[in-house]
Each structure stands twice: as C-alpha cells, then as structure tokens.
C-alpha cells in the first residue's frame, strides 16, 4: 500500500493525557473508598469515559446505578478538563509536531482518530487543531474502539480510502480497531503489547516520511 492519509490516536501518541485521566479518576476513586492503582489506569487507555468508570466499579466491586454513573463521569470529567485547560504546547510528545508537518508538506493528508470528547480543546490548548485535515473523535462517534468507526471515519472525513491509511495508535483496542477498519496499523509504545500492529515504534519521534514510505512496502490490505 501507499499511504494517502494518516491517522493519530490523541492520548498516548500525539500527548500524554494518560496522567491527567489517572489523577482525576484517583480524586474520584479516593472519594469513593476504592483502591485504583497507576497499573489499574493503563486498563482505561483507549477505553471510553463510561467503560472506564465500569472498569473501575467493577475493581471496587460497586453496584450502582445509572443517574450516579452520569454524575461521576461528569465529576471526574471536570477535574480532567480542570487538568487539560492548563496543558502547553510543551505537552506535545517528541517527533509528533515534526512528523505531522512533513506529512503535511508531502500532501498526505493528516486525521485525527480519538475516543476523547476533550480532543478539541486539548488539540487547541497545545496548539495544533489547525495542522489536522480531519478531526474524528468521541463527540461524533457512537461505538467505542475496537469498533472502527472512529478511524473509518476520520477517513471518510479526510476523504480518503481506508486501504490508503495508516493509523498511529498506542492502545490494543485502537489497533484493533485500525485493522477491522482495513488499514495499516503502526503502535506507538511495546511490540510485546501491541502484538498484532504491524509495526510497532516506541514514539513518533522514531517516524518520517521515509521509514513510512519502506515499512509500507511490505503491506497489502
Ligand atoms: P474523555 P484516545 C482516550 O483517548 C483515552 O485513551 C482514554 O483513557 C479516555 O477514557 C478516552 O479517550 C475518553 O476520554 O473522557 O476525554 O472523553 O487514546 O482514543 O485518544
Ligand atoms: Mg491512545
């Protein structure tokens, strides 16, 4: 294949929101008498707000019901967005700004792929919802990773083919999902736990224009 478009996961790829996502479900779980561990969060990585917050009652082996789910999901959501609103534009990871922009200038399109709601404001707090073609994320998607409706349609949005997209994604479900959408998977983060990407880089600052250009060779979808 030759990739006509790419497609970013936010968190874990383009910044690291995974520590303000566990400080605000540690306030909530503090709240509530459950122990929630650092190990605990990475379980919540690429998972919805509502899957998180099941995850988590089902850690505190809690039963409750939905009015109280909506109130703590939102609670936790406003220390998050508490966190997000003071983020920089240092926050970006290494390598993405630069890899983003070459893409850009070679004429690949560049998408964003995101179960966040928050993806607006943090793409404009650290000051790069300009750079993106497309922005597909979970305001305007109903199915949750693995399910690939956010990648299928950021393509759609980016108007490219999925089977011309390769997707960076740093959570098993998102490259699940990237490869039931018929697309190339690249996983930011373990070969060990990103087993079935097709290539595997510990960080975009590992990524340019021509590693894409020899790692797709090999790929046909
Ligand atoms: P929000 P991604 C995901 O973003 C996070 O990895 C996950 O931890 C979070 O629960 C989810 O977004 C929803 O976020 O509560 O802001 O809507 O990795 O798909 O960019
Ligand atoms: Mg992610």
């Known amino acids: 294949m030759q990739a006509a478009a790419c497609i970013f996961d936010l968190d874990g790829v383009i910044v690291d929101t995974a520590r303000y996502h566990y400080l605000a479900w540690k306030r909530l779980t503090d709240q509530l008498g459950i ?23 089902e850690i505190g082996n809690r039963k409750v019901d ?23 534009p240092d926050e970006i990871l290494p390598g993405s700004l630069e890899f983003i922009k070459e893409l850009r200038n070679a004429n690949i399109r560049v998408a964003i792929g995101s179960a966040s709601k928050n ?15 497309a922005v597909a994320d979970g305001n305007i998607i109903s199915k949750a990773k693995p399910n690939p409706e956010v990648f299928l349609k950021a393509a759609e949005m980016a108007g490219i083919k999925p089977r011309k997209c ?3 994604e ?28 097709h290539f595997v880089v510990p960080g975009l ?4 224009l021509a590693k894409l250009r020899t790692l797709e060779k090999d790929i046909q979808l």
């Not at 939905?66 to 920089?88: F, G, H, P």
């Not at 404001?121 to 993106?132: A, H, N, Q, T």
Request: aromatic share 8%.
């Open 35 to 57: 122990h929630f561990t650092e190990e605990d969060n990475e379980r919540l990585k690429g998972v919805s707000r509502m899957a998180s917050l099941e995850i988590i009652l």
């Open 66 to 88: 939905e009015r109280q789910k909506q109130e703590y999901a939102t609670l936790k959501n406003n220390w998050y967005v508490d966190y997000i609103s003071k983020m920089t």
């Open 119 to 133: 993806t607006p404001m943090i793409l404009e707090r650290v000051g790069i919802l300009k750079l993106f073609d």
């Open 166 to 168: 390769v997707v960076f």
């Open 170 to 197: 740093d959570a098993v479900a998102g490259v699940q999902a990237a490869l039931t959408a018929g697309m190339m998977c690249i996983g930011i983060g373990s070969r060990g736990i990103l087993t079935q990407a």
């Open 205 to 208: 600052n590992e990524m340019n």
